[in-house]
């Protein structure tokens, strides 16, 4: 069965300051995206992730894959408060079906 | 280009009672997944309609059930309801690809079970 850890679970940093959020998956997935989701709200496409050491950037946030670790990762560069909302990865499962399998999610706080 | 709706947006059952949510797929998309997002939780996936057929389901009992129709609009339906099913339902439609699956979510339904 496939099972999606994200860490941390909870991020407060201050503005300006650089962190990364890790997402691990438990078997081989070459297909991975990350949402992001606003108190209340639904999910918002970020990034879809391809291909082993695909990278996207957009803004302060760039993710890359490395399908070989089974590890994503979001980096966050100089974070401002408005990319205060909780990030998720989901992985989909062998085979592009399309059943994505998410992670906790990461809920990130920015401070002034 | 209209995207994917839901409606209603909040709802409030009672143990035992049944309920149906609603989506309206992108234009364009022809497959519709359904997911559940408890509190403080990451979605799951309960089931996916592909051209008006089930095609793969979650770890969810048989009282779940849905539809989809021939303009790619899908219906969930939960029977019996239980105080654990109160949750957002998240809809998502997509267009198969051989390559990816990118999905896109709805607004959701808040569902409230007492």
């Known amino acids: 069965e496939l099972k999606v850890e994200q860490n941390p679970l909870f991020l407060s940093m201050q503005e300006g300051k650089n962190y990364t959020i890790y997402c691990n998956y438990s078997?081989?997935?070459?297909?991975l995206y990350w949402y992001r989701q606003d108190p209340g709200k639904s999910l918002e496409s970020l990034f879809v992730l391809l291909s082993n050491g695909a990278v996207k950037q957009e803004g302060r946030l760039m993710a890359s894959l490395d399908t070989k670790a089974r590890l994503s990762t979001l980096h966050i560069t100089a974070a401002v408060h408005d990319l205060s909302a909780t990030y998720f990865c989901?992985?989909?499962?062998?085979?592009?079906?399309?059943?994505?399998?998410f992670g906790q999610g990461t809920t990130l706080q920015v401070k002034p | 280009e209209t995207g994917v709706t839901q409606s209603p947006t909040h709802l409030i059952k009672t143990r035992g009672q049944q309920v149906t949510l609603r989506c309206s797929s992108q234009s364009g998309h022809n497959t519709v997944s359904w997911y559940q997002q408890a509190l403080g939780q990451g979605p799951q996936f309960i089931f996916q309609?592909?051209?008006?057929?089930?095609?793969g389901r979650g770890n969810f009992p048989p009282r779940f059930s849905g539809l989809q129709f021939p303009n790619y609009s899908s219906e969930l339906n939960v029977n019996a309801l239980e105080l654990d099913d109160s949750a957002l339902y998240l809809c998502?439609?997509?267009?198969?690809?051989?390559?990816?699956?990118?999905?896109?979510f709805g607004p959701g339904t808040r569902l409230t079970v007492l």
């Open positions: 989901a992985v989909d499962p062998p085979g592009n079906t399309g059943k994505l399998i």
């Open positions: 998502a439609s997509s267009f198969k690809t051989g390559s990816h699956n990118e999905q896109f």
């Open positions: 309609y592909y051209r008006e057929e089930e095609n």
């Open positions: 078997t081989t997935s070459d297909r």
